[in-house]
């Protein structure tokens, strides 16, 4: 008797319904059948800089466990430290003082996942500064986690850092790069999205899927182009999603898959349900090999 892999477990990001309320969008996903939620910390869903935050978090808490959803604690917030500066300061800040913010911020993002039962930290590099050289940004970056991965080795949640295009640490193989920089820290794992790994990467999705199994902590998908980071409601892209899913049954990953798209809150509640229709159509042939897909090549009709 062989034992079947389990179906991909699916969630939606915050940053994709940051026009409801977060008591509504935890509904709404519980609703339409997710398994779970990708929790950007941001002003307006469980600001993390607000007053009485423990508070706030153990109401979350009891959200999510009565609703039946697992939770991924995310960091990407735009504007959430610096009302002028996308995704500033980062942890590559030329500013000593300017990266401690940072650093903060993601200390209490691992404090909130700890209380929220979350299977996993996010984070990433940003981008490097004008005028600071490659090993001085890499240098800065390990300095700058070390607090961090301190922090998630006493609370006991994983950090999973994001290959992001333009930024630092923009690849799997500059994950790899920090990950012996720090002494292969236990704690620190990997966000593989899907989308940037049709953008950039060398392999096929399916193929990073397996090569970065070993350290996947956080899934984000979406649909994408070939060298062109946008993310992109599924079937308006170029991935074949079904040996994608089927990679990430078969890796033994046991976290949230969860849909990334921030642009696109505008149509949040359509695109949640559409999304899950999707990525269940995509999905099905892991358990019934050799019967017709929902799919075709990844799209649905």
Known sequence: ??????????????????????????????????????????????????????????????????????????TGARYVLDPRRKHGPSLLDPDPENRARRVDLLIRAVHVAADLGAHAVHCFSGITPAGTDEDTAWKRLAEALTPVLDAAATADVPLAVEPEPGHLLATLADFHHLRRALGDPGLL??????????????????DCVRAAAPWLRHVQIEDMRRGVHEHLPFGDGEIDFPPVLAALA????????????????????????????????????????????????????
């Open 189 to 206: 794992g990997l966000t593989l999205d899907i989308g940037h790994c049709q953008c950039l990467e060398p392999l096929p999705p399916a």
């Open 1 to 74: 008797m062989t034992t079947k892999a389990p179906l991909p477990r699916f969630g939606y990001g915050t940053n994709g319904l940051t026009d409801l309320r977060l008591d509504d969008a935890l509904a709404l996903l519980a609703d339409l059948g997710y398994d779970g939620v990708g929790l950007t910390l941001d002003h307006m869903h469980l600001d993390p800089l607000a007053p009485d935050l423990p508070t706030r978090t153990r109401h979350v808490a009891r959200r999510l466990a009565a609703l039946g959803l697992s939770v991924t604690v995310e």
């Open 250 to 301: 078969d890796s033994g990953y046991q976290g949230l898959t969860v849909v990334e798209l921030p642009r696109h809150s505008h149509a949040g509640p359509h695109q949640a349900a559409r999304s899950l229709s999707f990525l269940r159509d995509a999905a099905a042939p892991i358990h019934s090999p050799g019967e017709p897909s929902a799919t075709q090549e990844g799209r649905t009709t």
